[in-house]
């Protein structure tokens, strides 16, 4: 066989199964042919434009753009820090956006509560501040209720946490909830309270490592127990801002024994005393220690002892008098008091009295150390009103107190003094106390020290003013005292201090003026109580009223002609009628202070009102005897001559001016008195010479006119008047009477009407026509002089001012023609004045002579002037 054949074939069969396929560089390698195909092929879809910005369009967004429901959520976020921001964010979004927050408060408030009790310090400081910054400011004006109901159990629940911080700061937020809504301190929160409170200063061991907290939750101890109803009138002792009602009210002390449903609190404050106590004590040694004292340690001593006074008043006022038996004195059981508390002060805290400064401390920490003393002398003298303590310990806590009456304790720095004076304001209110105890040897000893404090204090300080109210407090038991025994030498001491304390009082009012109106006010009532007790009591009675000569300048002095009005004027209403009763009181109203009252009641600035008052109260003394008959009528006298009505004579009383109508108004309550005293006889003899002495002075027509209508009110038909009487008033009354029609023509104008015109000129005419019914030799005196008038007017020398000369004439012409013709009106006069046929002829007859003797040059119109008159005469003689 061929062997070639074979090889062949095998050669053929090999090249199959590895076949070598060759590619061109730069192209692409196909993919396997076991490869899955992932390849998503797809249509695009268009939305609409959709973003977190477009869907909070509208919305109220803080600066990084959260709305307040993401913040609320964030607020529960495990991450302190990011519920840390979401408070910061909260804060800033309402205040971005106020409205925002009144929507939403409530709900905003049940979130953020959830976060008192919060582990992290930070979180917790920053809803403290988002409460009180935003939240509670905003609320305050809302549902207070709903507000508290939702915050307090979270608070109580904080209380009781495990971690201190956490503890601490609920009293915090409980602090803050009480200093904007102090109504929400209620029974039924009360107790709880307290409870919370023992219970932190049983463990206070920690807390004095940081007495800042322990700062901070015994001021709000403080302030939950001045919301107590019996300590609302210390509250008011310690507003800054009522200067004037808390001393007004410093001293009042009837107080509901129980009140508001807190009485069953009671053994909760008295389980208090011990606690806090203790806690004070253990801050002794600690001030000894150190070379200062440290101002958080004094912060806390000082609320300690601030709370324990609260709670004593308390305990005196608030025992509910069914379930203790009231002492001699009105208040609790003293066995209560011994047991529960006297006990503890008198073998712990009294004993350390006083704390004294050792040497090493500064000034500002021995005024620290007084201001302690201060209040532990309060305790003591508080518990002292209920209970008896131990003589040689009420000795030095008097001896204590005579100290810082003269001042031993004052510093001389600004700051020392204002310490001084502050702390021992709130002891004074205790002196009229321990004086109603019955007088001791200690009492001249104290009053000589109040006394001296009383005169160095500076007018309308708080000092001032409290010595003010403790003088009113004092007046009761003084009294009584200098009724039972007016020779003993402790009540002559006891006569001489009140003579100090009186004398004081005008030049304090004048040195007041009337920049310090509320002290003044106080200074006017205690004047005015010491007026009504020196109606019961002989010894005051001669006090009391020489200071009326004190008080001239108070009122109004006269030097060398130059007016000089006193405070009085300036003052408020209030303070002005206090002033005015005060006046009753005096047993005699000498003429100076009358004159000084008198003046005031001339000055345009004296409201109408208060002028009425005194010119009321004046003649109630005169009515009691206090004012003689002769001081009296010459006040009247002044008032009616010398009140000013408006410059231009008679043309207020058409204008109705007000000053004018308030002469008119005063001269008929005057008229009225006068007719009240009796025999008008004696009286027309005390003011006759009087006013006619000053008729021919020539005063304004409206002062006339009163002073003619007083003369009237007191005389009779026929006149009691005296021949030289009747003879000035004929010579003067025809000027009145003329003065008064040209002033008030009798045509009417945009002014006033005929009707008006016509009672203002009856007003004003009608005392002559009473005095003419009474007296015909009077009317026929005036009407020679109206006669007389006529001829002078035209006799007078013609001048270069002719013209003025003819008017002069004319207008005496018109008013003598008006004058008889309004008298010929008269029902009373008509009968009259036909007797004086021939007086009012001759008249006639001068008018007539002027219209034709040529001695005036006069105009046509000026002519038919003159002959109007002479006809509207001539139907007078029919």
Not at 122 to 150: A, T
Not at 230 to 248: C, F, I, P, S, Y
Not at 274 to 294: D, R
Not at 724 to 742: K, N, R, T
């Amino acid at each position: 066989m061929p062997r070639s054949k074979a090889n062949k074939n095998s050669k053929k069969q090999k090249g199959i199964d590895f076949k070598k396929i060759r590619r061109k560089v730069g192209r692409k390698l196909p993919p396997p042919k076991n490869t899955t195909d992932t390849e998503i092929k797809s249509k695009a879809i268009v939305l609409p434009e959709q973003s977190l910005a477009a869907e909070k369009a509208g919305l109220a967004v803080n600066k990084k753009g959260l709305t307040l429901k993401e913040l609320l959520q964030q607020t529960s976020h495990h991450n302190p820090k990011v519920r840390r921001d979401a408070l910061i964010g909260i804060k800033d979004l309402f205040t971005r956006y106020p409205a925002e927050q009144k929507l939403h408060k409530y709900a905003a408030v049940e979130k953020l509560r959830e976060r008192i009790g919060d582990d992290d310090k930070v979180v917790r400081k920053s809803l403290y501040d988002l409460f009180k910054v935003v939240i509670l400011p905003c609320c305050k004006e809302d549902n207070q209720e709903l507000i508290v109901s939702l915050l307090v159990p979270y608070i109580f629940n904080a209380m009781t946490h495990l971690v201190v911080d956490v503890r601490m700061m609920a009293f915090d937020f409980l602090d803050l909830i009480l200093e904007f809504y102090p109504p929400s301190f209620s029974p039924s929160y009360a107790e709880k309270i307290f409870q919370n409170y023992e219970d932190i200063l049983v463990r206070n061991q920690y807390y004095l490592q940081d007495k800042g907290k322990l700062k901070d939750a015994l001021a709000g101890l403080v302030r939950c127990l001045s919301l107590l109803p019996w300590n609302k009138e210390e509250t008011d002792l310690h507003n800054k801002d009522a200067t004037g009602q808390r001393v007004l009210h410093a001293f009042e002390v009837d107080v509901s024994m129980s009140s508001n449903g807190f009485s069953y609190i009671i053994k909760n404050l008295k389980d208090l005393v011990p606690v806090l106590i203790n806690s004070f004590l253990e801050f002794i040694p600690l001030v000894h220690a150190m070379e200062s004292l440290e101002g958080k340690s004094f912060g806390c001593m000082i609320s300690i002892l601030h709370s324990i006074y609260l709670i004593v008043r308390s305990i005196a006022y608030g025992t509910d008098k069914d379930s203790e038996s009231p002492s001699s004195q009105g208040g609790p059981d003293a066995a209560v008091w011994d047991v529960n508390i006297s006990s503890t002060f008198l073998k712990k805290l009294f004993p350390r009295f006083p704390l004294n400064p050792v040497d090493h401390l500064s000034e500002k920490d021995c005024d620290r150390l007084f201001d302690l003393n201060m209040i532990v002398a309060k305790i003591f003298f508080e518990l002292n009103e209920w209970t008896s303590l131990p003589p040689n310990l009420l000795e030095t806590f008097l001896e204590f107190f005579e100290n810082a009456l003269l001042g031993k304790f004052c510093r001389a720095t600004q700051s020392g003094k204002a310490v001084w004076e502050e702390c021992l304001v709130q002891l004074l209110s205790f002196i009229p106390k321990f004086l109603s105890r019955g007088a001791s040897s200690w009492t001249s000893r104290l009053l000589q020290a109040f006394t001296q404090t009383f005169r160095e204090s500076k007018p309308g300080s708080l000092m001032k003013l409290a010595c003010v109210s403790a003088i009113e407090d004092m007046l009761t038991p003084i009294e009584s005292m200098l009724s039972i025994e007016t020779s003993n030498p402790e009540n002559l001491e006891l006569q001489d201090a009140l003579l100090a304390w009186i004398r004081e009082l005008p030049l304090l009012l004048i040195q007041l003026g009337d920049k310090h109106p509320t002290c003044s006010q106080v200074v006017l009532r205690l004047q005015l109580r010491i007026g009504q007790c020196s109606l019961l009591n002989s010894s005051l009675v001669c006090m009391y009223d020489n200071t009326q000569y004190s008080l001239l300048d108070f009122y109004c002095t006269c030097q060398g002609g130059q007016i000089c009005y006193g405070p009085f004027l300036r003052l408020p209403r209030e303070s002005q009628e206090l002033s005015l009763c005060s006046l009753y009181y005096f047993s005699y109203l000498d003429l100076p202070i009358l004159k000084s009252i008198a003046c005031c009641c001339l000055s345009a600035d004296l409201d109408p009102y208060v002028l009425f008052r005194i010119i009321e109260v004046l003649h109630s003394a005169y009515r009691d005897g206090h004012i003689k008959i002769a001081d009296y009528l010459s006040v009247f006298i002044t008032l009616v001559l010398r009140f000013k009505v408006s410059p231009e004579i008679g043309s207020a009383g058409f204008k109705s001016d007000p000053l004018c109508q308030t002469l008119k108004s005063m001269t008929t309550v005057l008229c009225s008195y006068m007719a009240q005293m009796g025999d008008n006889s004696l009286v027309l003899q005390i003011v006759e010479k009087v006013v006619i002495d000053q008729i021919p002075q020539m005063p304004s027509l409206d002062n006339s006119c009163s002073l003619l209508r007083m003369l009237v009110t007191v005389d009779s038909k026929p006149t009691r008047l005296s021949e030289q009487s009747i003879i000035i008033l004929g010579q003067h009354l025809s000027e009145y009477l003329m003065d008064a029609v040209q002033c008030i023509p009798e045509d009417g104008d945009e002014q006033g009407t005929p009707s008006i015109q016509l009672s203002t000129q009856h007003y004003y005419l009608l005392p002559c026509f009473f005095l003419f019914d009474r007296c015909h030799k009077l009317m026929n005196l005036v009407l020679k002089r109206m006669g007389s008038a006529i001829t002078e007017s035209s006799l007078s020398p013609i001048s270069d001012k002719c013209t003025q000369h003819t008017r002069n004439c004319l207008d005496r012409v018109n008013a003598v023609t008006s004058v008889l013709f309004l008298m010929h009106k008269d029902a009373k006069l008509q009968p009259i004045m036909s007797l004086f046929k021939e007086d009012i002829d001759n008249v006639i007859h001068k008018v007539f002579s002027l219209k034709t003797s040529g001695r005036i040059s006069t105009t046509i119109e000026e002519r038919h002037e003159i002959q109007c008159a002479f006809e509207r005469l001539k139907i007078l003689t029919g």
